[in-house]
């Protein structure tokens, strides 16, 4: 009989252990999924990090290819000055000349480049930030009148760092910038937004006091001249 009465009990407790888990049993397994979670985001995060890079990386090089194609059309063969932000994407003055503005954000309409615009016409990268322009105002701004074939080399200086203790380049004639996400005005960040004619292109970096994302290219004079030639507009 004692057998028979023992059934009920053992019933029961397996009963409760087949019920579910336990409170503590599913905070376990909540923090687990949390890691594993974190573990998938970050890696996303890090793919679309990298997608906007590439995409600002092209969006430079056709600013940068429609710039010498700007050149070859225009007679005198020039360069367009800078657009104002907020002025609808047309440089300043509309027509060129003595430019009014050497260092403001692309030209975008004066240059009919497709893209996202923002509500006053500037052209936005991928991270919704306005394409910073500028060109050098070397010799009277020869490079945005009438480029010649002895024109005075252009003055702009691309450096690795903000002390320039390596310059990548000293006679650039453009350079375009996209700010990346992070605004943080690093010494090395700072030198592509302070108004001179140094500029610095270098690595990623996130480290706190040197944290640098722009993105920089510029236009050597000598592809410009090049293509000039190449198109019989200067000999």
């Not at 969006?59 to 800078?82: N, V």
Request: aromatic share 6%; charged share 15%.
């Amino acid at each position: 009989m004692m057998c028979f009465r023992s059934y009920p009990h053992k019933m029961r407790a397996t009963l409760r252990q087949s019920q579910g888990f336990t409170l503590v049993e599913m905070a376990i397994v909540m923090v687990i999924l949390g890691f594993l979670l974190a573990g998938l985001m970050m890696p996303l995060s890090s793919q679309r990090d990298l997608a906007k890079r590439k995409q600002a990386e092209q969006q430079l090089q056709e600013i940068h290819d429609a710039l010498i194609g700007f050149a070859i059309s225009q007679s005198p063969s020039r360069l367009p000055c800078a657009a104002i932000a907020g002025n609808g994407g047309l440089e300043d003055p509309v027509g060129g000349g003595n430019c009014g503005t050497y260092q403001g954000v692309v030209p975008a309409r004066t240059l009919g480049l497709n893209g996202n615009f923002d509500a006053a016409g500037d052209l936005l990268d991928p991270w919704n930030r306005v394409i910073l322009y500028n060109v050098t105002d070397v010799g009277g701004g020869v490079w945005t009148t009438d480029i010649q074939l002895n024109a005075a080399l252009p003055d702009l200086e691309v450096c690795s760092d903000a002390a320039c203790a390596t310059p990548l380049a000293d006679t650039a004639v453009v350079t375009l910038i996209s700010q990346g996400d992070d605004l943080t005005n690093s010494p090395a960040q700072q030198e592509n937004t302070d108004g001179d004619a140094r500029f610095v292109s270098t690595t990623l970096s996130e480290g706190a006091g040197s944290e640098f994302d722009d993105i920089v290219l510029w236009l050597s004079p000598n592809a410009v001249t090049l293509q000039l030639v190449k198109s019989g507009r200067l000999d």
